[in-house]
């Protein structure tokens, strides 16, 4: 059993006792000390005696109303110390007050502030030694486990209060799992210098040279606040190094854990991209949703249901989410009425190929803002089955458009993507049809029909990256379509930010393109994801090129080449010029799909065929592949 366990009965009334035997040393030691002999006559005694008695009662008093037996002496810090020096000096003060008063101290205020500073030495010199004893975590021995488990070698980057935590955890939870061999730190001041007794060895350029020189099993990157770049540039050193590097997340992740050590956490493809945060003019998209009745459908996704959690943020006058599959749907719901009790909110279940439905959901409710993020969005799928992409994308989202008009919503907004820009597959050429009915029905409509256009949102359903880390922790392989192949990546909050900004700035008919950054190569990213775990692509585990699927094309555009390029205010949002085309023409086009759809014996080159007529920048994806667009 620990100490602490023993103690923490009566731990206020040993500490008490503890504190009144040092207060009377330090007051027979100053008076030895003064009168430079061991001989005191019954005189002098007598008097030590009137003020040893009188300085216990007043340090006991002034140590209780300062609270000091109510410390946990294992989380105590320099602050709580400082505490106790202080009252300390004011009990002497008050010793040396009533002893002049009575005439019977034999001190005078200099010795009482001697003594004082003595005690003050005597009690929390102890009370730091208590603080190592019980903080130290006793081994227990277990009989069956022969062999001592390895300790590994761990580098920390950054020389800042949060290091400083971790190390005080390792020495006093973790020291026979850790050793740390070191501090990275690019203040130059800092060099040399230590942290709770862990020297900073270098900086950032030394990283790869001292992980070789220690043989570093683990790094911990430890800043918080850092600038983007920076912090990218810092993580691709690490991946070089062969360490698993793990790293500390903002001040806000922070608050959610009990320890600092929990939040530590693997590298995320985010840490990798290094892009700056966004910023936002909150209050032109507070004016926007502010008291309005908005509509989401698709809500339970994973942008439909970001954008339900950020809409709740804006006090919406009323949410209502509209999704087909009923699990996703109830989580969204039971998450946001836990976190937005005074929210109204309606969930309801339902498909945009409905009319009937969405009739009575547009009566029932009467949205004035619609964000459109329903859809069948992956391409492997709609190749197989195109006939569904068209009913559930194309037909889904006219049935949403009509429905909008009827009942006047001010501003209705699509959710698309860069897959429609000259799409090679079933699913992009339909979202790019999407594009073209909310720019056609913009204009013989009084509601603003605007799209948002972005690539690929990390996390979301069917991402590439939950799919790598699935196959690292199995061992392996982790599986490339192509080696060339590149995507554009975002994150869902980072993508949703922008919508809600992009369409503060719309007048209706334009598609808003986001600015997703340099693109990644899929490769690169899956050779990084395995070094950061601390494991050797091609060694530990194999990259597998398992070929192109169907549709897939290697390079995605997010404008088409006919589409001029306007900026916004905002400098990650821009606009494409929309495509004129008639409302006659597009009905005629839809006429022809909805033909299509009515028999599924039609095979997918008889959907191609009409796609083509339907979508002029419609492309093989063969052809597409040849070319490289830069």
């Known amino acids: 059993m620990k100490l602490a366990d023993r103690l923490r009965k009566y731990r206020r009334y040993a500490l008490l006792i503890i504190d009144i035997i040092i207060i009377v040393l330090a007051y027979i030691g100053l008076q030895i000390f003064i009168r430079d002999t061991f001989k005191l006559d019954t005189a002098i005694f007598n008097k030590i005696r009137n003020t040893i008695i009188i300085a216990v009662f007043v340090y006991s008093i002034i140590f209780i109303l300062f609270k000091l037996y109510k410390n946990i002496t294992r989380y105590e810090s320099g602050k709580d110390y400082l505490v ?102 690019d203040n130059k001041d800092k060099l040399g210098r230590c942290i709770a007794g862990i020297d900073v060895v270098g900086d950032r350029n030394d990283i790869i040279k001292i992980c070789k020189r220690e043989k570093v099993d683990e790094i911990f990157f430890s800043i918080s606040k850092i600038d983007k770049k920076d ?56 004016e926007l949703i502010n008291n309005r009745i908005v509509l989401v459908t698709g809500g339970g996704g994973s942008i439909g249901s970001e954008l339900c959690r950020q809409i709740a943020k804006f006090n919406p006058k009323q949410l209502v989410i509209f999704d087909i599959y009923e699990n996703n749907l109830y989580n969204i719901e039971m998450e946001l009425r836990q976190n937005y009790s005074n929210l109204d909110l309606k969930a309801i279940v339902g498909s945009v190929r ?27 799928l709609m190749e197989v089955s195109p006939l569904e992409a068209i009913k559930n994308n194309v037909f889904g989202t006219y049935n949403v458009v009509n429905a909008s008009d009827k009942y006047k919503v001010e501003k209705f907004v699509l959710i698309s993507t860069d897959k429609a820009v000259n799409p090679t597959n079933i699913m992009g050429a339909t979202k790019r049809i999407c594009e073209m009915i909310i720019q056609t029905k913009n204009k013989v ?186």
């Open 84 to 185: 106790y020096i202080a009252a300390c000096l004011i009990s002497s003060l008050g010793v040396s007050l009533i002893g002049t008063a009575y005439k019977i101290n034999t001190l005078n205020l200099k010795h009482n502030i001697v003594t004082a500073l003595i005690i003050a030495m005597g009690v929390v010199g102890y009370r730091i030694i208590l603080r190592i004893i019980l903080n130290e975590e006793l081994p227990i021995p277990k009989i069956e486990e022969k062999e001592e488990q390895k300790t590994k070698n761990l580098l920390i980057i950054g020389a800042g209060s949060a290091t400083r935590d971790i190390i005080k955890s390792i020495k006093t939870k973790m020291k026979n799992e850790y050793n740390i061999v070191g501090i990275i730190d």
């Open 354 to 380: 409905d009319k009937a439905k969405l009739e009575n959901l547009f009566e029932t409710y009467k949205p004035e803002l619609v964000f459109h993020a329903a859809a069948h969005k992956h391409v492997p």
């Open 445 to 630: 409509s009084n509601t603003e029909f605007v799209a948002v256009r972005f690539g690929n949102v990390l996390g979301s359903n069917g991402s590439v990256v939950p799919l790598f880390k699935k196959q690292i922790e199995k061992g392996g392989p982790v599986t490339v379509t192509h080696k060339d192949i590149i995507r554009y990546f975002m994150t869902i909050p980072e993508a949703v930010q922008l919508i809600l900004q992009a369409i503060t700035y719309a007048n209706g008919g334009e598609i808003f393109v986001l600015d997703m950054g340099e693109p990644v190569k899929i490769y690169d990213l899956a050779v990084s994801l395995i070094k950061l775990s601390g494991l050797e692509p091609n060694v530990d585990i194999p990259i597998e090129i398992t070929g192109l699927r169907p549709g897939e094309k290697l390079y995605e555009e997010l404008l088409m080449s006919e589409e001029g390029l306007q900026k916004t205010a905002h400098n990650k949002i821009f606009v494409a010029e929309p495509i004129t085309l008639e409302m006659k023409e597009l009905e005629e086009k839809l006429a022809k799909l909805k033909e299509l759809i009515k028999d599924e014996k039609n095979t997918k080159e008889d959907v191609k065929k009409v796609i083509k007529e339907t979508v002029p920048t419609f492309i093989e994806p063969e052809y597409a592949n040849k070319i490289k667009i830069k």
């Open 231 to 286: 912090r990218k540039d810092i993580i691709e050193k690490c991946q070089n190094t062969g360490a698993k590097t793990r790293i500390l997340p903002s001040t806000e992740d922070l608050i959610k854990n009990k320890t600092l050590m929990d939040n530590l956490r693997d590298i995320e493809i985010e840490d990798i991209l290094g892009r700056e945060p966004i910023k936002l003019d909150n209050n032109n998209i507070s």
